[in-house]
């Protein structure tokens, strides 16, 4: 009899010891039964163990899937550093069949000439093992991309780009697929489970060289990785929502370090950990000639006489317009004009946000949904009045204003699917838009050539948000944005916003160096990148349980050496999907310390945020 410790997929639970008659290999993808669950769960032979003390029950069933040394290497990290189990970490990799190697080489044709300056960057970026590529918007970023994978390529190697978001993939994948043709898949979550089958039969055997996918794509089974490229690389997409809470970015790094493997960040806007951490190139040439003017309003009306005239002025010359709002629907606080009082999800403690279209009070956090309400449901008698414009309100106030133009959304509401993305974006650049109206993901690094005004409203909300990082995160969000228009020729930015000076001096006195430069100085002995943070939440429907285990952990790190206690209440949304959420934030200089103090949490309804974004 052979006993194996396995790793539960999926699960919070620590490894467990199994039992079985036949030999299995380190890394196979299993199936066992646990007493709480019905089905058989997903597990993977991490060590061969000794006779247990104790019962052992068989393991069900053995795959011909498994996990590589690297990928078990890697999850013992992620388990480590981001405070999750073994299971937990190794659910994000995705296992495979062996497969036979193709060797033959196919030769590719890539005729980019590099401008002088971009030869600069891309010289440097092969001296770094790790580096970050500071480029401006318009200055060609993914040129010098392209000539740093056919590098990478010529030594028989594979090559990643990682994105930050789906959004941005049809136009990279054009401009990818024209070069390197069939060697290069794009890998997302949308995809189908059989293309994705066949993605990584060929990656494995050798025709597929270069992925460019979202955050998932690092987690593939790469058989001779050498480069990895973060696009975008400030973009906090590339932090995970839920268990295990990896930084893709920070994980790349890491992997760079660990097997010799090159890395690339870029961005017009880096981040400040980037910035203070990583050797970097400033490419501030754009790669066509370009003029920008950026022009400041302090009106409170969203769509006022001034950005209306703009508009109208720039379609007249069929040129286009992208609208930036933070929000999408219509209205995103719903305020009884009489008692004061927000019409919240009962189930979570935010606004219900207002969708016309569907004639619905809708929550963006539980997706709970409910009719528009004639009067207040606290006073019974007054009047909703609503608050905070989104893309759908500015959209349909274009639409009447404009009658004759071709106005879309651009937002989650709106584009649901990878089709959806590909038709709008095709649409859009074939100007068959006039103008687009959306959110974050207008600022994605998409290519309008033919865009020589943005128009952007609510950017304050962005300052006003409870985060060390709201200066970084609007500054940065704006230049993105701006840099969509005037990427030929004359480009203007229209900026809703009662912060000018701030703006102003970032935008056309300094730049976002000068920014990064100032930004080290206020977070010196208060915040990363000089300190590592943790964000841990006590979740639970009965809200008194939530508050006792943050009490337990408040008592426990009371008078922990080397750990600052810096806040601790209830969570700004408290409650959430039916749960109240207390909180704590913990900050310290060293890691090992801070590492020990989380990893001594040990109530199953905390959820820890090693090194969180708030």
């Known amino acids: 009899m052979n006993f194996y410790e396995v790793a539960l997929l999926n699960t919070p639970l620590e490894n467990l010891t199994y039992q079985s008659e036949t030999t299995i290999d380190i890394g196979t993808l299993v199936e066992v039964s646990l007493q709480q669950r019905k089905k058989p769960l997903k597990a993977v032979i991490i060590k061969k163990v000794e006779k247990p003390t104790f019962k052992c029950i068989n393991i069900q069933k053995s795959t011909e899937m498994f996990y590589d040394d690297k990928m078990l290497e890697t999850a013992n990290f992620i388990s480590k ?316 106030q274009l639409q009447n204003i404009f009658p004759n133009k071709v106005v879309e959304k651009f937002d989650r509401d709106s584009i649901k699917t990878n089709t959806a993305l590909k038709k709008t974006l095709k649409n859009f650049n074939e100007n068959k838009i006039d103008i687009l109206v959306g959110t974050q993901m207008l600022s994605k690094g998409h290519d309008y050539h033919n865009v020589t005004l943005a128009v952007v409203l609510g950017i304050d909300s962005i300052l006003n948000m409870t985060s060390y990082k709201v200066r970084e995160k609007a500054l940065s969000l704006l230049i993105q944005i701006a840099g969509r228009s005037g990427r030929k020729g004359f480009g203007e930015v229209l900026v809703q916003t009662k912060n000018e000076d701030f703006f102003h001096n970032y935008l056309e006195v300094a730049d976002y160096e000068d920014f990064l430069k100032d930004e080290l100085k206020q977070r010196v002995d208060l915040y990363p990148p000089f300190f590592r943070m943790a964000r841990i939440i006590f979740s639970h429907q009965n809200a008194s349980i939530a508050k006792k285990e943050l009490e337990k952990c408040l008592y426990l790190f009371k008078n922990l050496q080397g750990v600052d206690l810096i806040g601790f209440g209830e969570s700004n949304i408290f409650k959430i999907s039916n749960s109240y959420r207390y909180e704590m934030l913990l900050r310290s200089s060293d890691i090992k310390k801070i590492l020990s103090a989380l990893h001594s949490i040990k109530t199953p309804i905390a959820s820890i945020d090693m090194d969180t974004l708030y």
């Open 81 to 396: 550093y981001y405070v999750c189990s073994l299971g937990e970490a190794l659910s994000v990799y995705t296992p495979f069949y062996n497969v036979v190697k193709n060797d033959t080489k196919s030769e590719m044709s890539c005729d980019i000439e590099l401008s002088q300056n971009q030869q600069k960057a891309y010289n440097f970026l092969q001296k770094n093992q790790t580096s970050l590529l500071f480029a401006n918007t318009g200055s060609g970023k993914t040129e010098i991309y392209i000539k740093t994978i056919e590098n990478i390529l010529y030594q028989d190697k594979q090559a990643l780009l990682l994105l930050p978001e789906i959004s941005l993939s049809p136009q990279m994948e054009q401009r990818l697929t024209k070069v390197f043709g069939e060697k290069i898949a794009i890998w997302h979550s949308k995809i189908q489970k059989k293309k994705k089958e066949f993605i990584i039969e060929n990656l494995l055997n050798g025709t597929i060289k270069i992925i460019a996918g979202a955050r998932s794509a690092l987690f593939l089974p790469y058989e001779k990785l050498g480069l990895i490229i973060v696009d975008e690389e400030h973009d906090e997409s590339y932090k995970a929502d839920n268990k295990p809470r990896v930084h893709v970015k920070d994980l790349a790094i890491f992997l760079g370090k660990k097997h010799d493997i090159q890395v690339v960040l870029g961005s017009a806007t880096p981040s400040l950990s980037s910035f203070y951490k990583i050797p970097y190139f400033r490419l501030k040439e754009t790669f066509f000639k370009s003029e920008k003017k950026i022009s400041f309003l302090n009106s409170t009306l969203a769509l006022d006489n001034t950005i209306l005239e703009k508009i109208k002025n720039t379609i007249e010359q069929n040129k286009q317009v992208i609208v930036f709002l933070p929000t999408r629907a219509n209205f995103k606080y719903q305020i009884c004009k009489e008692c004061g009082t927000a019409v919240e999800c009962p189930f979570c403690s935010v606004s219900l946000s207002l969708h016309k279209n569907n004639n619905a009070l809708e929550c963006h956090y539980c997706n709970y949904t409910q009719a528009i309400p004639k009067n207040c449901p606290s006073c019974t008698t007054g009047e909703i009045e609503s608050f905070r414009l989104g893309t759908a309100e500015v959209y349909e």
